[in-house]
Nanobody, 118 residues
């Protein structure tokens, strides 16, 4: 199991930047993949960015070139740097950890609100 705690959300004007942090309760070396998802008002939760072993990253088309996922293994922390924010980026952002042993388990943080004003 792993507990995830997000921080860094807030209110920002369009064009601004925010950095989200997700601290894991165990070494992220032991986690198969970590990522960020978001849930916009009235929408289903969607993938934003993921990072798997070897630093392989994947981004939603809507955030490519604007968002960057990274990690600090010594701090068991994954970041999401969000630049050139748009009002449509307004959502609750969730950190995800996927651990695959015999079965695959997904773990989620509590979410952090990001609001982008126009």
């Amino acid at each position: 199991q792993v507990q995830l705690v997000e921080s860094g959300g807030g209110l920002v004007q369009a064009g601004g930047s925010l950095r989200l942090s997700c601290v894991a309760s165990r070494s992220i070396f032991s986690i198969n993949a970590m990522g960020w998802y978001r849930q916009r008002p009235g929408k289903q939760r969607e993938l934003v960015a993921t990072m798997a072993g070897g630093g392989i990253t994947n981004y939603a088309d809507s955030v490519k070139g604007r968002f960057t996922i990274s990690s600090d293994n010594a701090k068991n922390t994954v970041y999401l740097q969000m630049n050139s924010l748009k009002p449509e980026d307004t959502a609750v952002y969730y950190c995800n950890a996927r651990i695959a042993v015999i079965t695959t388990e997904d773990y989620w943080g509590q979410g952090t609100q990001v609001t982008v004003s126009s």
